[in-house]
């Protein structure tokens, strides 16, 4: 019966410990604001590329800031028409009975508001290269797929 007695005393003693280490966890995770997980945003990533890979001077900084603020104009209706598209795509293929043809047609429209947005992604590439000076532009050329293929690290 004692150790029965002593062995629950240790297993509330146990418990209460884990239950104060998990509350003084649950406020550090709460009131902590660290700021190594804030998300950075892709056109602050970019501008952090070109300033530290490419080295980009302030004013190649402002240009890239410019052609950003029009090519996210560009995609944002771009995107809407994509929005637009797929609701029709659905409209027609639900009146259709999803036939093949209708299936077919749906598939066409989507492959080429694909090919639109791509076409528009590499414009804008081609557009932040075209900022570049000559000794920039190979480190902009082997550095690129890398800034997008690499994810960024916290700190």
């Known amino acids: 019966m004692m150790f029965r007695q002593t062995n629950s005393k240790f297993l509330i003693l ?45 004013a190649q900084l402002n240009s890239y800031d410019s052609l950003y603020k029009t090519h996210e104009r560009s995609m944002k209706k771009l995107m809407d028409s994509l929005r637009n598209g797929s609701n029709e795509n659905f409209s027609v ?7 093949e043809s209708a299936v077919q047609e749906a598939v066409s429209r989507s492959a080429a508001q694909n090919v639109r947005m791509g076409k528009l992604f590499f414009e804008q ?12 532009k190979p480190r902009f050329d082997t550095g690129i797929a890398k800034f997008y293929f690499k994810k960024e690290k916290s700190k």
Request: one cysteine or more.
């Open 14 to 58: 146990l418990v209460a410990i884990l239950a104060l280490t998990n509350m003084v966890l649950l406020g550090i995770i709460i009131f902590q604001k660290p700021h190594s997980h804030a998300k950075i945003s892709k056109k602050e990533r970019m501008q952090k590329f070109l300033l530290n890979e490419v080295g980009f001077t302030k």
């Open 93 to 99: 293929l639900s009146e259709s009975g999803f036939s």
């Open 125 to 136: 590439l081609n557009q932040i290269r075209n900022i570049c000076n000559n000794d920039q």
